[in-house]
């Protein structure tokens, strides 16, 4: 039976990310000048997704008046919403509860902030070919120390989940899960109703200890996971440059200004760099690898270096700033260590 629904996992505080994510979730969050979550859809509406179901808990009125605005023709995209999160197994389980799924289908899940040049439409095949019960998109990480790690035997088939490594001796593989399931109805319907559950740490070692056939999709092509503010802004310049891509992205380069945004002739915008809606690039300013987002302003001749800086929010000028984060409606007048995440609404001056 042809695979055609998608859960999208989106529901979670992206704690990590904050202060960008106190008044957005990450999903939301602009990759490349469109939130991470529309590149998401994009990806499964090109493998053949029709239905997505949006699993959310936090902020999805963010997601709503988003939706609101978009036009997606030929794709049905629904809502199942969590009234206390229910960690990522429990949110299939929510979620797939909304769907009317039929007694042989299976589902494709994403992680709401993965962003991987993985092919989709290969991985379905496999699923498809070797009739699994599950399928989990893998990749080979060169430190795989911070992750849990997934060894499969010669034919694919996943052998184990193992937590994060203690120690060397541990570490027997370096394959990591990359967040992309397939998975049957079947392992679906034996994730527990409404009970918080996580999948990779519950679903999936629970689901080997019924011998089911579940199988590693192994590629390699670009794999980032947005969950920290320098891989989300690196993300973004990955897109924006062409290293890694997105049915919504058209055309690469070394920058995306929008076309409300004044970039004076003499400043230099490169990097990868984002600058969004009526933000402006005052005269001698350099901005690289940056996401510049709406109605934000650099003054002459600062310098801003692989950070984020938010909406209204303004750098003074002749400061020079490397890897810092910005919310919104901030005014920096003075410089401040790589690192440093500035929460909303304050303005920084030396004394
Ligand atoms: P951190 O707090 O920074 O760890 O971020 P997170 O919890 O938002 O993301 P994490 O990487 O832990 O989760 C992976 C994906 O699952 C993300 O896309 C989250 O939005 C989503 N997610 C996490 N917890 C939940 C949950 O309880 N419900 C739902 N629906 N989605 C979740």
Same mark, same amino acid.
């Given at each position: 039976?042809?695979?055609?629904?998608?859960?999208?996992?989106?529901?979670?505080?992206?704690?990590?990310?904050?202060?960008?994510?106190?008044?957005?979730?990450?999903?939301?969050?602009?990759?490349?000048?469109?939130?991470?979550?529309?590149?998401?859809?994009?990806?499964?509406?090109?493998?053949?997704?029709? @239905?997505?179901?949006?699993?959310?808990?936090?902020?999805? @009125?963010?997601?709503?008046?988003?939706?609101?605005?978009?036009?997606?023709?030929?794709?049905?995209?629904?809502?199942?919403? @969590?009234?206390?999160?229910?960690?990522?197994?429990?949110?299939?389980?929510?979620?797939? #509860?909304?769907?009317?799924?039929?007694?042989?289908?299976?589902?494709?899940?994403?992680?709401?902030?993965?962003?991987?040049?993985?092919?989709?439409?290969?991985?379905?095949?496999?699923?498809?070919?070797?009739?699994?019960?599950?399928?989990?998109?893998?990749?080979?990480?060169?430190?795989?120390?911070?992750?849990?790690?997934?060894?499969?035997?010669?034919?694919?088939?996943?052998?184990?989940?193992?937590?994060?490594?203690?120690?060397?001796?541990?570490?027997?593989?370096?394959?990591?899960?990359?967040?992309?399931?397939?998975?049957?109805?079947?392992?679906?319907?034996?994730?527990?109703?409404?009970?918080?559950?996580?999948?990779?740490?519950?679903?999936?070692?629970?689901?080997?200890?019924?011998?089911?056939?579940?199988?590693?999709?192994?590629?390699?092509?670009?794999?980032? #996971?947005?969950?920290?503010?320098?891989?989300?802004?690196?993300?973004?310049?990955?897109?924006?440059?062409?290293?890694?891509?997105?049915?919504?992205?058209?055309?690469?380069?070394? /920058?995306?200004?929008?076309?409300?945004?004044?970039? #004076?002739?003499?400043?230099?915008?490169?990097?990868?760099?984002?600058?969004?809606?009526?933000? @402006?690039?005052?005269?001698? /300013?350099?901005?690289?690898?940056?996401?510049?987002?709406?109605?934000?302003?650099?003054?002459?001749?600062?310098?801003?270096?692989?950070?984020?800086?938010?909406?209204?929010?303004?750098?003074?000028?002749?400061?020079?700033?490397?890897?810092?984060?910005?919310?919104?409606?901030?005014?920096?007048?003075?410089?401040?260590?790589?690192?440093?995440?500035?929460?909303?609404?304050?303005?920084?001056?030396?004394?």
């Amino acid at each position: 039976m042809p695979i055609t629904k998608a859960i999208l996992l989106v529901g979670g505080e992206g704690t990590r990310l904050r202060p960008l994510t106190l008044s957005t979730p990450k999903p939301m969050l602009p990759l490349a000048g469109y939130p991470i979550t529309a590149h998401q859809i994009a990806k499964l509406a090109a493998a053949g997704i029709t @239905e997505v179901m949006l699993a959310t808990s936090y902020r999805t @009125e963010v997601f709503a008046d988003w939706l609101a605005q978009q036009d997606y023709l030929d794709l049905q995209i629904k809502f199942a919403i @969590e009234e206390v999160p229910l960690g990522t197994g429990g949110a299939i389980r929510n979620a797939a #509860d909304h769907m009317n799924l039929s007694d042989d289908e299976s589902v494709v899940v994403l992680n709401g902030d993965v962003l991987s040049g993985h092919d989709l439409t290969q991985q379905l095949t496999q699923y498809a070919a070797a009739k699994a019960a599950a399928s989990l998109h893998l990749v080979s990480v060169a430190d795989p120390s911070s992750f849990g790690l997934v060894p499969t035997s010669d034919t694919g088939e996943v052998l184990a989940f193992l937590e994060k490594p203690k120690n060397a001796a541990e570490i027997t593989t370096n394959q990591i899960n990359a967040g992309c399931y397939i998975l049957h109805c079947d392992v679906i319907n034996q994730i527990s109703q409404g009970v918080p559950s996580s999948v990779e740490r519950d679903v999936f070692p629970a689901l080997l200890t019924t011998k089911a056939k579940v199988i590693g999709y192994l590629d390699n092509t670009y794999f980032l #996971d947005l969950g920290t503010p320098y891989s989300y802004v690196q993300g973004s310049a990955d897109l924006v440059t062409g290293k890694v891509s997105s049915p919504l992205i058209t055309k690469t380069g070394q /920058a995306v200004i929008h076309p409300t945004a004044k970039v #004076d002739p003499s400043a230099m915008v490169f990097g990868g760099s984002v600058v969004m809606a009526a933000a @402006e690039i005052s005269a001698g /300013a350099v901005v690289s690898g940056s996401i510049i987002f709406e109605n934000a302003k650099i003054d002459v001749n600062s310098q801003l270096f692989d950070s984020i800086l938010g909406r209204n929010s303004k750098i003074n000028s002749d400061l020079i700033l490397t890897k810092i984060v910005v919310a919104e409606n901030c005014t920096i007048n003075t410089e401040i260590p790589a690192g440093v995440r500035v929460w909303p609404n304050l303005e920084l001056t030396t004394n």
